[in-house]
């Protein structure tokens, strides 16, 4: 059993503006570091072996203010990257309805509402598939994943047995905050876990 501690990236200047960010390569804010740095001390004594990111620059930046007072170097994956919301990459919810009404209304009933990037069930399987190869390459042990809010979603979902579509209207898997972390294990090959 490999057990993961998927972690939020801290927050961005778009967090805190309410926009879509997706693959957008948007930096930590001042209160994202701080977020990250008061999180740091909680993980140490956790026997984490390694540390991996998205490649996008605010899950490297926490993951290295989480790693480096553990010594551990941080291995950056696309795979664990957020959804690719395309079109509506640094829109605000107001704007999207004004300008892709429909679009918007798709994304309301669990479907893929922008044009481009992909689908959140595309980004599920990507995500999940990353996390499997980590697993295999530390078997039994702890992990630090540092990734984004519909990325770990979509393994808590996995792990729930449920779509990622079904996940966005469980309220049970609630959201994952800024530096919040989820733990999860994988076992045989899947993802396993209190997801809530």
Do not use: F
């Not at 993980?43 to 490297?60: M, P």
């Amino acid at each position: 059993m490999t057990t993961l501690l998927l972690t939020r990236h801290g927050e961005t200047s778009w967090n805190n503006e309410h926009r879509w960010q997706g693959h957008a390569d948007e930096p930590l804010n001042e209160v994202g570091r701080s977020q990250a740095r008061a999180l740091a001390p909680t993980l140490t004594g956790r026997g984490i072996a390694a540390a991996y990111a998205s490649d996008l620059a605010r899950a490297r930046e926490t993951a290295e203010l989480l790693a480096g007072p553990l010594g551990l170097p941080v291995v950056t994956l696309p795979g664990l990257r957020e959804v690719d919301v395309g079109t509506w990459s640094g829109l605000h919810h107001a704007e999207i309805q004004t300008l892709d009404p429909e679009g918007y209304r798709r994304w309301e009933q669990g479907g893929k509402g922008w044009q481009q990037g992909e689908s959140y069930e595309e980004m599920g399987v990507r995500v999940v598939a990353a996390l499997l190869e980590i697993a295999a390459a530390h078997p039994g042990e702890t992990v630090l994943v540092v990734s984004h809010g519909g990325s770990i979603r979509a393994c808590r979902a996995s792990a729930a047995g449920v779509s990622v579509a079904e996940s966005r209207g469980a309220q049970a898997l609630g959201t994952t905050a800024n530096c919040e972390v989820v733990e999860l294990q994988v076992v045989d090959g899947r993802l396993v876990g209190t997801p809530g």
